[in-house]
């Protein structure tokens, strides 16, 4: 069942999930891709992300962004929707507000949620999936030392080989590469190792923290 989550101005649609064993080991916000090309927060990716979080023992809240779904407003360029990512952490840090949090966004849901979970000091780690560097520039990362897990495929036409290699060369030891052998941008036959592979960092995160 959907609720709604009080933004600057909107109101944001929202799904939110506990572990089964209570109170959680962490929580979770859910970013999802490009409003303007079918993202929601019911996208494959999100949801498999949504799972693998809760597989690690982590609570996990997933939103509309504006104008997207029940969410009020209109796409804003990623700027409202930064915003939108701050009142999604506000809503958790809220309800867990001795746990550390964890952001994670996928193509646009990165771009827009890893800055915001880069400001954040209650964020204590982020998750990038398939950042789309062929349009937005994601080098607002080589100043955190958050430990960080970016997936991409090798594949993925929007986030092409050299420009991953050149962003990594420049990335601090905490953030973490992992490229998916076959997978496009959106992961269409590797949602499993996606899957997995964001469990075992946040369950590794969980152990270091």
């Known amino acids: 069942m959907t609720f709604f989550i009080p933004g600057r101005a909107v109101q944001l649609e929202a799904v939110f999930r506990e572990p089964a064993r209570k109170p959680g080991r962490s929580a979770a916000v859910l970013c999802h891709p490009h409003p303007a090309h079918g993202g929601t927060m019911d996208n494959r990716v999100i949801y498999r992300t949504g799972k693998a979080a809760l597989e690690a023992g982590l609570a996990v809240l997933r939103f509309n962004f504006r104008g997207v779904g029940a969410s009020t407003g209109s796409y804003d360029e990623g700027i409202g929707e930064q915003d939108d990512v701050a009142a999604a952490i506000n809503w958790l840090a809220a309800r867990y507000p001795s746990l550390p949090l964890v952001l994670a966004g996928f193509s646009?849901?990165?771009?827009?949620?890893?800055?915001?979970?880069?400001?954040?000091?209650?964020?204590?780690?982020?998750?990038?999936?398939?950042?789309?560097?062929?349009?937005?520039?994601?080098?607002?990362?080589?100043?955190?030392?958050?430990?960080?897990?970016?997936?991409?495929?090798?594949?993925?036409?929007f986030c092409p080989h050299e420009l991953m290699d050149r962003l990594a060369s420049k990335l601090p030891g905490s953030t973490r590469l992992r490229r998916v052998e076959g997978a496009d941008h959106f992961f269409s036959k590797e949602l499993p190792q996606v899957q997995d592979l964001v469990t075992a960092f946040l369950r590794e995160w969980h152990v270091e923290a």
């Not at 400001?119 to 062929?134: F, H, K, N, S």
């Open 108 to 157: 646009f849901g990165a771009w827009v949620g890893l800055q915001v979970g880069v400001r954040d000091p209650r964020v204590g780690a982020l998750v990038g999936l398939a950042p789309p560097l062929r349009f937005y520039d994601f080098d607002f990362l080589l100043e955190s030392r958050k430990p960080t897990l970016i997936l991409t495929g090798s594949r993925d036409e």
